[in-house]
């Protein structure tokens, strides 16, 4: 295949990028620029080496969009029908959208993390707070629902911050469109004059400028994204130490409890022991002074007898 045919096209080539991991966005990015240059086609060069990576937030949107249109899709027609149940204070069609509304979310959500997981990526919380975020926005802007559903969004959507455009939702030069020629440019580029076409464009590879500041952006993102996970683990860990905590004071309570019942049980049975001890000593006593008396009775009964014998 020439280098001819293999020239890109720029809503082709923003559509090739914005479905790759944002770890091979760059690269290719840098084969199709190259692929532009070749055919002396710098308008496109340039404007595909402006898309800018997206991060992995919007990433996750874009798959999702791509791989479940219908879905996405839905937002905005959703959106639509609660924005109108709202402002017609119509309670009973509130509660039934809204309940779509999260069986939806929830959804889109596992189904974006599943996509994540067939691509290796294991995807963090902070990560679906983004798409939730993203979302969100989509449900309450339909600009922002059409920017979702055409699957190159460069940064999560932000809603009811302001949308390129006017709308209400935002998103950090949340979509990627084709810039707009400068003037009244067609919208394809101008034809060459012959010395133009004449002079061979210099192709010296990517600007190791743009190269620099891309790493520098991948780094931060790197670390923001760290930051947030270990944010997360750390509130995670510190939940779970919580709920120990009020387990073992629970556990506490319930043995302290028992061991009050237990002394109190103790003391009674003591109490209790204490008084048949005296009871059984006083009834020896009692058996000791009658068998006594017995004895008595009976020395005093042959006695008696003895003397009866006598006077006879």
Not at 65 to 90: C, F, K, M, T, Y
Not at 204 to 223: N, Q, V
């Amino acid at each position: 295949m020439s280098e001819e045919a293999a020239a890109p096209e720029f809503e082709d080539a923003a559509d090739e990028l914005y479905g790759l991991h944002p770890d091979r966005f760059v690269p290719r990015r840098g084969e199709l620029v190259k692929a532009a240059k070749a055919v002396k086609d710098k308008e496109t060069a340039t404007a595909i080496g402006a898309l800018r990576k997206p991060s992995l937030g919007a990433w996750l949107a874009n798959v999702l969009a791509r791989e479940s249109p219908d879905e996405v899709g839905a937002l905005e027609e959703l959106g639509g029908q609660l924005r109108h149940a709202q402002e017609s204070l119509s309670g009973d069609a509130l509660r039934t959208l809204t309940t779509q509304r999260r069986e939806l979310v929830g959804a889109l959500v596992a189904r974006a993390r599943k996509l994540a997981r067939e691509d290796g990526e294991k995807v963090g919380d902070s990560v679906a707070r983004d798409l939730e975020q993203t979302i969100a926005a989509a449900l309450a802007d339909p600009e922002a629902a059409r920017a979702f559903a055409a699957g190159r969004l460069t940064t999560p959507l932000e809603p009811g911050v302001g949308f390129t455009g006017g709308s209400s939702a935002r998103g950090s030069g949340g979509t990627t469109r084709r810039p707009p020629p400068r003037g009244t440019a067609p919208s394809r580029p101008a034809p060459r004059r012959r010395d133009e076409e004449a002079a061979p464009e210099p192709d010296d590879g990517p600007d190791p400028a743009e190269e620099e500041r891309e790493r520098a952006r991948e780094a931060a993102e790197r670390a923001v994204e760290r930051a947030r996970e270990e944010r997360d683990d750390t509130a995670r860990a510190a939940e779970r130490a919580r709920h120990r905590t009020e387990q073992a004071a629970s556990d506490h309570d319930e043995a302290a409890a028992a061991a009050r019942s237990l002394r109190e049980r103790l003391e009674r049975a003591e109490a209790e022991e204490s008084a048949a001890r005296e009871a059984l000593d006083a009834a020896r006593e009692a058996s000791e002074e009658a068998e006594a008396a017995a004895d008595e009775a009976r020395r005093a009964l042959d006695q008696a007898e003895a003397e009866r014998a006598d006077l006879e």
